[in-house]
């Protein structure tokens, strides 16, 4: 039977969970926090929160902007989500090959893997026309409203699918495909062209192109992407280049995780 969390853990194990309550509540749309946002948000007593806070600190899991007063995630936490991305072997594989893409096209280079219903961004690269300020890295994304997502799910049997994007698609901007019969269409194109594209399903004046990245299985583990402004994909002139390059270093990186087209055939 299910217990509620930390109602029958220690005070250590209670301390740890509730610590990790206040990390959580830094997100994309809150990078910075007061101590009285976090009390509301998590429900927990104003000391309580302070203590806490303090502690994470002092540990340089938090940083506190003394000009503001407000708190942010600290060094420690992104010394731990680059150890975590270094021990991945997708990354390892792919980092240098979506970096030289960046610098080669000018474009951003993307990879991804799925985790659950959602693509988790593992690499980020942007070359000098990808027009973006920010990383990726960390951030997680639709599957059935991007190009990567689309090459992620592209092999999953329609059933399994379906259950993991439930009924409802939602929808990002006009083009967004919202229901299950047309994105099986384009899943099928996937699968018959060997890679997927995205004009503007997420975001207005943006376009992607991606292609699916194999373990030694092969088995869809990964998507690389080139991405950026529809002037600079310029899909019309490039599409069938782009593919081709995308395709070539996607498929290096399956080489470098054990993948083998015709093992894979035999």
Same mark, same amino acid.
Do not use: W
């Given at each position: 039977?299910?217990?509620?969390?930390?109602?029958?853990?220690?005070?250590?194990?209670?301390?740890?969970?509730?610590?990790?309550?206040?990390?959580?509540?830094?997100?994309?749309?809150?990078?910075?926090?007061?101590?009285?946002?976090?009390?509301?948000?998590?429900?927990?007593?104003?000391?309580?929160?302070?203590?806490?806070?303090?502690?994470?600190?002092?540990?340089?899991?938090?940083?506190?902007?003394?000009?503001?007063?407000?708190?942010?995630?600290?060094?420690?936490?992104?010394?731990?989500?680059?150890?975590?991305?270094?021990?991945?072997?997708?990354?390892?594989?792919?980092?240098?090959?979506?970096?030289?893409?960046?610098a080669d096209l000018n474009l951003g280079a993307n990879v991804a893997e799925r985790r659950g219903a959602e693509l988790f961004y593992l690499c980020h690269f942007e070359g000098r026309a990808a027009g973006r300020?920010?990383?990726?890295?960390?951030?997680?994304?639709?599957?059935?409203?991007?190009?990567?997502?689309?090459?992620?799910?592209?092999?999953?049997?329609?059933?399994?699918?379906?259950?993991?994007?439930?009924?409802?698609?939602?929808?990002?901007?006009?083009?967004?495909?919202?229901?299950?019969?047309? =994105?099986?269409?384009?899943?099928?194109?996937? !699968? $018959?062209?060997?890679? %997927?594209?995205? *004009?503007? @399903?997420? &975001?207005?004046?943006?376009?992607?192109?991606?292609?699916?990245?194999?373990?030694?299985?092969?088995?869809?583990?990964?998507?690389?992407?080139?991405?950026?402004? =529809?002037?600079?994909?310029?899909?019309?002139? !490039? $599409?069938?280049?782009? %593919?081709?390059? *995308?395709? @070539?270093? &996607?498929?290096?990186?399956?080489?470098?995780?054990?993948?083998?087209?015709?093992?894979?055939?035999?």
């Amino acid at each position: 039977m299910a217990r509620a969390v930390g109602r029958e853990a220690g005070p250590g194990t209670q301390s740890v969970e509730r610590a990790l309550s206040l990390l959580s509540e830094f997100t994309e749309a809150h990078p910075q926090r007061r101590v009285s946002e976090l009390v509301e948000a998590t429900g927990l007593g104003q000391s309580t929160v302070s203590r806490l806070v303090g502690a994470l600190v002092a540990l340089g899991f938090l940083a506190y902007d003394q000009r503001s007063g407000l708190y942010g995630i600290g060094p420690k936490v992104i010394t731990l989500a680059g150890i975590g991305l270094n021990e991945l072997p997708v990354h390892q594989q792919s980092r240098q090959v979506a970096q030289n893409l960046a610098a080669d096209l000018n474009l951003g280079a993307n990879v991804a893997e799925r985790r659950g219903a959602e693509l988790f961004y593992l690499c980020h690269f942007e070359g000098r026309a990808a027009g973006r300020s920010s990383t990726l890295v960390g951030r997680r994304g639709p599957l059935h409203a991007t190009a990567m997502g689309k090459a992620l799910i592209s092999e999953l049997p329609k059933a399994e699918l379906k259950d993991l994007l439930g009924d409802d698609l939602a929808r990002y901007t006009p083009h967004t495909v919202t229901d299950h019969t047309a =994105l099986d269409k384009l899943l099928r194109e996937v !699968r $018959e062209r060997g890679y %997927a594209l995205e *004009v503007e @399903e997420l &975001a207005f004046g943006r376009a992607c192109l991606a292609a699916p990245v194999r373990d030694r299985t092969g088995a869809i583990v990964a998507a690389l992407s080139v991405s950026g402004p =529809l002037s600079a994909m310029d899909l019309a002139a !490039r $599409e069938e280049s782009l %593919a081709m390059q *995308v395709i @070539e270093q &996607a498929d290096q990186i399956s080489s470098g995780l054990g993948y083998h087209a015709s093992a894979a055939v035999s």
